[in-house]
């Protein structure tokens, strides 16, 4: 079966005028179709630049990159990027911001623009289709903004720490809508995040890297009866604690036992 993200051998460095910054080396993994993965690490390590090569935003200076078993050029419309920041056109309404991904690829029709309702609808936002981003609250924003990258159908969708802006209950509601929606979209997903919980909590796999220069450490496989519980939920079960304690340790942290 194609993967739908191949990473094979990247390597990335940035140069500027002063320096050039050797930001990943030799990274090597692949997603699944409708896998979600999730990549933590410390501050520096390489997260956000292995997200944007895989958008298309910037190209390997070593190694390549597969999506949907095609190498990766530029940006492509197959690839939806959720960020911290929702973006969202304070001028615009929340019906035209969710609009906005299709209008730019020249695809808002009549069917594209009621499948966009039928998601805000999903996204229990359909009452405020013609309010103004600014009379939302942080979580509805956010919400917003997965319509709008849900909107365009594109096969995979990356996630840059989408939930840290946010209050905790209001985070561990989104988590529970976000994931619900994309297993039931049969999406795959690239998760950054800085929260191990919520890593634990949301994916199949959990890759780790190293800093200085970002290379893969290793990777965990979520257990089963995590991975069939709610966000909320997995965060009760003991093999949630147990696997909290092993990728602890793997960041160099303590646990009681080590005492
Ligand atoms: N545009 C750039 N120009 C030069 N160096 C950069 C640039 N972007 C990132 N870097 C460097 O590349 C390395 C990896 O940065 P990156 O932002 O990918 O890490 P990260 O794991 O996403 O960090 P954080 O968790 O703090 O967001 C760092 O050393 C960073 O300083």
């Known amino acids: 079966m194609t993967s739908a993200v191949k990473v094979t051998g990247v390597t990335h460095v940035y140069v500027t005028e002063e320096r050039a ?3 990943v080396q030799d990274i090597d993994f692949s997603i699944g179709q409708g896998e979600f993965v999730s990549l933590i690490g410390p501050s520096g390590c ?3 630049t292995l997200l944007s090569m895989i958008a298309g935003l910037i190209l390997p200076t070593a190694g390549g990159v597969e999506v949907g078993g095609e190498p990766v050029r ?3 419309s197959k690839v939806g990027y959720m960020l911290q920041q929702d973006y969202l056109f304070p001028w615009r309404t929340i019906e035209a911001n969710s609009w ?4 730019i690829e020249g695809r808002l029709t009549p069917e594209t623009k009621q499948s966009t309702l039928e998601l805000l609808d999903e996204m229990g936002l359909l009452r405020f289709k013609d309010y103004y981003p600014t009379q939302l609250s942080g ?11 849900l909107a365009t159908d594109p096969e995979l969708l990356l996630l840059d720490e989408p939930f840290s802006a946010l209050d905790y209950q209001t985070k561990l509601q989104l988590e529970d809508l976000v994931l619900r929606t994309l297993r039931a979209k049969k999406k795959t997903a690239l998760l950054v995040t800085h929260d191990m919980s919520e890593a634990i909590a949301m994916s199949d796999r959990i890759l780790v890297l190293d800093p200085n220069p970002g290379r893969l450490r290793r990777v965990f496989d979520v257990p089963a009866d995590i991975r069939s519980a709610s966000p909320l939920l997995a965060r009760e079960l003991p093999s949630f604690h147990g696997l909290f304690r092993e990728v602890w340790q793997e960041f160099g942290g303590e646990s009681d036992a080590d005492r």
């Open 21 to 23: 910054t050797l930001a």
């Open 46 to 48: 390489g997260k956000t």
């Open 74 to 76: 530029g940006p492509s």
């Open 100 to 103: 906005f991904g299709l209008e």
């Open 139 to 149: 979580g509805m924003r956010q919400r917003v903004a997965l319509v709008r990258t």
